[in-house]
Every structure is written in structure tokens, then in C-alpha cells.
Nanobody, 123 residues
Framework: QVQLVESGGGLVQAGGSLRLSCAAS???????MGWFRQTPGKDREFVAA????????YVADTLQGRFAISRDNTKNTAYLQMDDLKPEDTAVYYC?????????????????WGQGTQVTVSS
């Protein structure tokens, strides 16, 4: 059973940066890892995803230039680097993992989810 544990969330001022980590435990995770975010009353929103193989990553169009995703397969960990944060980036950020992910932005394609980490950006 794969467990995903997020860390790195917190409170930051607008314009600041945070790096979220998602550690997969249980066994070596060979699938796609992604990040989604959610605010109260809204659907979960795709942020970024990365496949195990090199070059297979994607960041949501509206976040490109500020967010970047990477992974360290030796550590079974994915990272989300968030720069120039804005108050509208405030959300709970969830890590997701899946072996049969066809559409990177489709939450339903992911099998495993973390508990989420809160990111709050103050103006």
C-alpha cells in the first residue's frame, strides 16, 4: 500500500516562495505523481504532475512561470516549487499518485492521495 505524505506548507507573504514535498512510502513508487489544490466550496484543481521518466511533466497553464514540479526517484519524493505566490494561491495542496494515469490533470486517474498541506498567502 502506497502512502503519500506532504510537507512544506505554511504561511507566506505575497511574492514569497514555498517548496512542497511529497514522500511516497511503502515501496518504490514508479507511477505518476501530481499536485492538486482545493479551496472551500470548489472542486479540486490540477496544479502539476510528473511521470517517472525524464521529460514527462506538466504545469497548469495558469501557473507556468511561477510553479515547477520535480521528483527524486532515489528518495521516492516529488516536489512543488512555488514562487511569486499570490493570495489566490491559498489552498490545501494535495499530493496524488497513480500508475495508470492517462490524463495528468484528471484527479480521477490517480489512485493515491495524501492528507493535504495548507498553503496560505497573505497580501
Amino acid at each position: 500500500q502506497v502512502q503519500l505524505v506532504e510537507s512544506g506548507g505554511g504561511l507566506v507573504q505575497a511574492g514569497g516562495s514555498l517548496r512542497l514535498s511529497c514522500a511516497a512510502s511503502g515501496r518504490t513508487f514508479t507511477g505518476t505523481m501530481g499536485w492538486f489544490r482545493q479551496t472551500p466550496g470548489k472542486d479540486r484543481e490540477f496544479v502539476a504532475a510528473i511521470r517517472r521518466s525524464a521529460g514527462g511533466s506538466y504545469v497548469a497553464d495558469t501557473l507556468q512561470g511561477r510553479f515547477a514540479i520535480s521528483r527524486d526517484n532515489t528518495k521516492n519524493t516529488a516536489y512543488l516549487q512555488m514562487d511569486d505566490l499570490k493570495p489566490e494561491d491559498t489552498a490545501v495542496y494535495y499530493c496524488a499518485g497513480g500508475r495508470g494515469v492517462m490524463t495528468l490533470s484528471a484527479a480521477s486517474d490517480y489512485d493515491h492521495w495524501g492528507q493535504g498541506t495548507q498553503v496560505t498567502v497573505s497580501s
